[in-house]
């Protein structure tokens, strides 16, 4: 299983980015997947997640309106959409696999190393 | 549920064992895994549904609950324990972790 986040870096408060997900090593189509974020010297904190098929997708309350969550069972891809950024958002987002596929139901049994998101001016 | 409480430090001599509690108001800690995340880099499970180990990690990891706390023990601590540690429950479509505990072997 790997999985590799890109799009990250440096953003104005108010801007737009959209990271990305990589997965290979394991049928992508099969398994939930999230993204979780770790402000600078802080805690993990769940941020939204998707269904296999893309039909469910489920966010923290405080970020509903500003973040989608998609993804691309073609391409073996998930996407966060992240709008209207703000300096409290700035965190290393870490993509991860739900374990339910696997037999270990309401984990996150692989994470991608993360990719960091700095909203400055 | 807010997130999940859990002590900032705990810290104990290699071969002594230390627990780690996570405390929290949710009715779901049946759903209770932890985390481990060395500095620098990325989480790794270690327990999932309060006591079950995932393939590769030490049976010294053991993990248990009673009502709402669930408890890590690290038994015959090792140097390369020394990291940080989360709980994590899922509730009302809601995955929430703990607050994070840092373990440190003196």
């Known amino acids: 299983v790997h999985l590799v986040e890109s799009g990250g870096g440096l953003v104005q408060p108010g801007g737009s980015l959209r990271l990305s997900c990589s997965a290979s090593?394991?049928?992508?189509?099969?398994?939930?997947m999230s993204w979780v974020r770790q402000a600078p010297g802080k805690g993990l904190e769940w941020v939204a997640n998707?269904?296999?098929?893309?039909?469910?997708?489920q966010y923290l309350d405080s970020l509903k309106g500003r973040f989608t969550v998609s993804r691309d069972n073609a391409k073996n891809v998930v996407y966060l959409q992240m709008n209207d950024l703000r300096a409290e958002d700035t965190a290393v987002y870490y993509c991860?696999?739900?374990?339910?596929?696997?037999?270990?139901?309401?984990?996150?049994?692989?994470w991608g190393q993360g990719t960091l998101i700095t909203v400055s001016s | 549920q807010s997130a999940l409480t859990q002590p900032p430090s705990v810290s104990g001599s290699p071969g002594q064992s230390v627990a780690i509690s996570c405390t929290g108001t949710?009715?779901?800690?049946?759903?209770v895994s932890w985390y481990k995340q060395p500095p620098g880099s990325a989480p790794k499970l270690m327990i999932y549904?309060?006591?079950n180990r995932p393939s590769g990690v030490p049976d010294r990891f053991s993990g248990s609950k009673s009502g709402n706390t669930a408890s890590l023990t690290i038994s015959g601590l090792q140097p390369e324990d020394e990291a940080d540690y989360y709980c994590?429950?899922?509730?009302?479509?809601?995955?929430?972790f703990g607050t994070g505990t840092k373990v440190t072997v003196l």
């Open positions: 994590n429950i899922y509730t009302t479509n809601t995955y929430v």
């Open positions: 090593g394991f049928s992508f189509e099969t398994f939930w």
């Open positions: 991860a696999r739900d374990g339910s596929g696997s037999g270990s139901s309401w984990t996150f049994d692989h």
């Open positions: 998707i269904k296999q098929d893309g039909s469910q997708k």
């Open positions: 949710s009715s779901d800690f049946h759903t």
């Open positions: 549904e309060v006591s």
